[in-house]
């Protein structure tokens, strides 16, 4: 015998209307930069169809399928292959949104290039394509752009096409799409972590200006200041040099962070005035006087490490005893 709860569901009719009204009631709200998995079940040549759980398909086009050129959608995706895409606009008159797999990839080269920045990473990249203001590459897919101040090669900016090049990153900017590296910092950083201040070094004067000379270090440049010339007053460098002269010069100081090195040969005179009037003896008694230089340096450190000590003790013994113990069982 049927009772009449059974009855009652045995009359009721679910229609096609009743249907659509429950899928609109728990169907989920897309909205264009959602980020959702999807599932492939047709790929045609222009683009596939995803599964994204809506009433109906979504369609991603192959222009964004990737950060990098698609010629064939097969590249990137397989059938019934579930993966992340973004959202990129609303429902047409069809009700079909547009999906985007570039829109995930850029959005994640921008984080890991920004990342690579925080940590000063030193990156390699195929040098694509050259122009009037330098060279551009692709990190993480995306566009980058050398400067020509920020390339340091002998041979013509065009012949760099194909190349492999360490680059440092100098500006990082999502929002203005800017990306800019630098080859010539990756090359100073590389050379600079072979040198340290006191060494002498050989090289070639490679410009003059009025404060100093630009002197080539064995592919990086470091300046020899006027005032780091000779003890003696100087007019101009190029009273005292000409371009392509091979030196001796000591290094006084290092910038990694900024890729400037600072020499001397002033440091390197025996005594004031020697590089005006006998270079060569310089160059001579070069590592001799570098090695005074150092040692002074070395002393100077001493020194200061001492005076630190001595204040640090008197600092003590200026605290009361009982205040010690408070503050050790605090």
């Not at 045609?44 to 995803?50: M, N, R, S």
């Not at 398909?57 to 964004?64: D, G, L, M, N």
């Not at 080269?109 to 920045?117: K, T």
């Not at 203001?133 to 980058?144: D, P, T």
Request: glycine letters at 8%; hydrophobic letters at 40%.
């Amino acid at each position: 015998m049927v009772n009449q709860k059974e009855k009652d569901t045995k009359d009721i009719g679910f229609t096609h209307e009743d249907f659509a009204a429950l899928l609109d009631r728990y169907d989920y709200h897309f909205s264009p930069g959602d980020i959702v998995a999807g599932t492939v079940f047709s790929v045609e040549p222009k683009g596939a169809l995803i599964d994204i759980g809506a009433k109906t398909a979504a369609y991603i086009p192959i222009q964004e399928m990737s950060i990098n050129r698609v010629d064939d959608p097969l590249e990137v995706l397989e059938p019934n292959e579930t993966r992340e895409f973004f959202i990129l606009t609303d429902e047409n008159e069809d009700g079909q949104l547009t999906l985007s797999i570039r829109r995930i990839e850029y959005m994640r080269a921008w984080e890991r290039v920004r990342q690579l920045q925080q940590e000063d990473a030193t990156v390699r990249s195929e040098v694509f394509a050259t122009n009037r203001g330098g060279a551009l590459v692709r990190i993480e897919g995306l566009r980058g752009f050398i400067p020509g101040s920020h390339i340091s090669a002998r041979e013509a900016k065009e012949d760099l096409v194909g190349q492999d090049l360490p680059l440092k990153f100098l500006e990082v900017d999502e929002e203005r799409n800017r990306l800019v590296l630098s080859h010539r910092r990756a090359l100073v950083e590389r050379k600079m972590s072979g040198l340290e201040v006191g060494q002498v070094v050989r090289g070639y004067v490679r410009g003059i200006k009025p404060y100093g000379a630009f002197i080539d270090i064995g592919g990086v440049s470091g300046l020899l200041h006027i005032s780091e010339i000779s003890h003696e007053h100087i007019d101009t460098p190029h009273s005292v040099f000409g371009v392509n002269d091979e030196l001796k010069v000591m290094i006084i100081d290092l910038d990694a962070e900024r890729g400037r090195i600072s020499l001397s040969t002033k440091q390197l005179e025996p005594e004031p005035g020697d590089m005006l009037k006998n270079r060569q003896l310089v160059f001579e008694k070069a590592e001799e006087m570098a090695e005074k230089y150092r040692q002074k340096l070395l002393a100077e450190a001493e020194g200061l490490s001492t005076e630190e000590e001595a204040a640090a003790v008197g600092a003590t013994e200026e605290i009361p005893e009982e205040e010690m113990v408070t503050a050790t069982e605090e």
